[in-house]
C-alpha cells in the first residue's frame, strides 16, 4: 500500500490494533473519541526504542567515561568498582553491588552541570559503536517505531519516553532521533542543584539519586512529569508493567503493547534471563491485563532504519 | 494600531524590549536567530499571570478544604494548626510554625490520587471568589499576560509556567486559562506512589514534600522538566530571582522580566512586606541583573479580562 503510515509493520494483529485505536480515538463521531489535549503515547526507551543488548547503550557509555577517567588518573584503573568494569569483569561486578554501581554512575555522571554532561553525551553517540551490530548505537533505533511516533503525532498525540535510562542521556538523542523534545522525555535522574559561579547560572548534577525511574516509579513521574494518565503506552519489559497496566486501567479506549525481542536472526532474542531488564511477569500476564503482544520477529519486516555513520 | 499583538501593553520600554526580543530571535538573518527548539519561556504564577494578593490563591483553597474537613468532623475545629486557619488567626498561624502549615497542606492535599485532587481543584475554582475583587479567582488572570502567551507561541516559543504553587492545583487551570499544556506546568509536589487498587492503578499523592519550587529549586526543576535554558522568563517575586539569573546568565539573546505590582486603583500595591512572597532583592538588583521591570500602572492599559462568572 503506497500510503501505508506503518510501511515497516506487518499486517497482524498489533498493527492492526493500532490502525484501528487511532481510527477511533480520532473519530468526533465515534464513541470513542479523545479529545486531543488527552491524546498522550508513552514509550520505553532501552528496547522499546532502540537496541538495549547486550547491555543497555549508557552502560557502554559508562564504561568509556570510567576509561577516559583512568587516563587521566591510572589509579583509578587499580581501585574497585572501576576496576572490575574496566576488566570486564562481571564476577567482581556483582560483587561490587549496588554500592558500587552508584559509584561508577557518580563519578561519571555528576559533578558538572547538565548542560556539559549532555554535551558529553552527545559527543560520544556521534562515534560510538554497537560492539556487534557494528553500526554506531544511535543508528539501532527501531525503523517500525520511528514510523509509529510519526503516525500518533499526526494524529493529534503528544509522544513521550519514558525511559529507566538517565533523563540527560536520553534527551541527547530524543529530538534528532525520535523527534521527541526534550521536554517530552521523562527519565531517571540526580538531585540537583542550581549555582552561581563566576556571575554564570548551572544547574550542576549532584551525585545523589532523585528518582529511578523503572517500574512503579513510571507511573509516578508520568504523573509529576506529564500531569495525564497516557492512553496509548508502548514497553518491552517488567520495568514498563506498572506503566503498562496504569494506561490500560483508565476510563475510555486504551492500548497497551510490549515488544518481544525474538528475532535472534536480526536482532537478538532475550526475555526471562537477561539480567538488566528481565521480560517474565509482563510477557506471562499480558493476556490477563490486555496487553498487545509485539513479535520483532513476526510483526517487523524491518528493524533499523539506514546506517548513516561515516565509513569506519 | 489595529495588528497590535500586545494591545493592553502601553508603548513603553517593556514592550518596545519584548517586541525587539522576539523580532531578533525569529528572523533568520539576524545573529540573534534562536532555533524554535530553544525558544523556551517560563512564566512564575502567582502575582505573574493572575492575582496572589491578600493570600495566594492556593491558600484560601486550602481553607475552604479544611472548612469541610470540619464539618465531617466538628473535632478539627477545636486542634491546632486547623483552629488558627479557621479562626483566620494569624499570631497563632505563625505560632504553629512551618510545621503547623505542612500538617494543614497534607490533610488536604495528599492522601488521594493527583486526579481525583485535580477534580476537587477544579471545581472549587469553578466558583471561588476573591474577597475583594468580588470575581472568580480563575477571571484574575492578566490580559496583557495572555496577550504575551499568545504572542511568543505564535512565533515559535514553547510557554512553561514556573510556579511555587502545587502543580496539580495549577494544572487545573493551566489549560483552559493559560493555553499552557499540563506538561508545560512545572511546580512544588509531593512524593507519590503508584498503586493498584481494585484492579485500578492509581498514582496516590503522599504527605510528604518531593520539592518546593521556589529560588534555587526553580532552574533545577526547569533543568529537571524541560531541559532547556529558557531564553526568555517573567517573574514578580525575590522567589523567581534564581529562574531569572539562570535564563539571562545564558549565552545569546536574553530577556528577564520582573512584574512590579504597584497599582493600588486597579489592583494592589505590595512589594518588600509581602510576607509570603517578598519583592525585594529582585528589584534592587534588576539594573545590576539585567533585569527588565515592568510596572502595573504604567506599563499595562488594562489588567484583567472579563468577568466570566455568573451572576452573583
Not at 250 to 264: F, I, N, S, T, V
Amino acid at each position: 500500500m503506497a500510503d501505508d503510515p506503518l510501511p515497516s509493520w506487518n499486517d497482524g494483529a498489533p498493527k492492526r490494533a493500532i490502525l484501528d485505536f487511532v481510527a477511533r480515538v480520532t473519530d468526533a463521531d465515534c464513541g470513542d473519541f479523545v479529545a486531543p489535549a488527552d491524546r498522550v503515547a508513552t514509550f520505553d526507551n532501552d528496547g522499546t526504542l532502540w537496541c538495549e543488548f547486550p547491555l543497555q547503550v549508557q552502560v557502554f557509555f559508562l564504561i568509556d567515561r570510567v576509561r577516559e577517567l583512568a587516563i587521566a588518573d591510572a589509579s583509578i584503573a587499580e581501585r574497585q568498582p572501576f576496576k572490575a568494569l574496566l576488566d570486564r569483569d562481571l564476577a567482581a561486578l556483582h560483587a561490587v553491588g549496588k554500592q558500587g554501581i552508584w559509584e561508577l554512575f557518580a563519578a561519571t555522571h555528576s559533578g558538572m552541570s547538565d548542560e556539559a554532561f549532555a554535551t558529553l553525551a552527545r559527543q560520544w553517540l556521534t562515534t560510538a559503536r554497537h560492539p556487534e551490530l557494528v553500526r554506531r548505537f544511535q543508528d539501532n533505533v527501531y525503523q517500525p517505531q520511528i514510523e509509529l511516533l510519526v503516525y500518533l503525532r499526526a494524529h493529534g498525540f503528544r509522544t513521550f519516553i519514558v525511559t529507566g535510562g538517565g533523563i540527560e542521556f536520553v534527551r541527547a538523542i530524543a529530538e534528532s532521533h525520535y523527534g521527541v523534545m526534550r521536554e517530552q522525555v521523562v527519565g531517571s535522574s540526580d538531585k540537583r542543584r542550581f549555582e552561581i559561579v563566576d556571575g554564570r547560572g548551572q544547574v550542576i548534577k549532584l551525585s545523589e539519586l532523585n528518582s529511578f525511574d523503572d517500574r512503579e516509579e513510571k507511573p509516578a513521574n508520568i504523573a509529576l512529569h506529564i500531569g495525564r494518565r497516557p492512553i496509548l503506552a508502548f514497553g518491552n519489559s517488567d520495568g514498563d508493567l506498572a506503566m503498562l497496566r496504569y494506561t490500560l486501567t483508565g476510563a475510555g479506549p486504551r492500548l497497551g503493547l510490549l515488544l518481544h525481542h525474538d528475532d535472534e536472526a536480526r536482532e537478538f532474542a532475550y526475555d526471562r534471563e537477561f539480567h538488566f531488564s528481565p521480560l517474565a511477569e509482563a510477557l506471562e500476564k499480558a493476556a490477563d491485563y490486555g496487553i498487545t503482544l509485539v513479535s520483532m520477529k513476526d510483526d517487523w519486516n524491518r528493524i533499523f532504519g539506514p546506517d548513516t555513520g561515516p565509513a569506519a
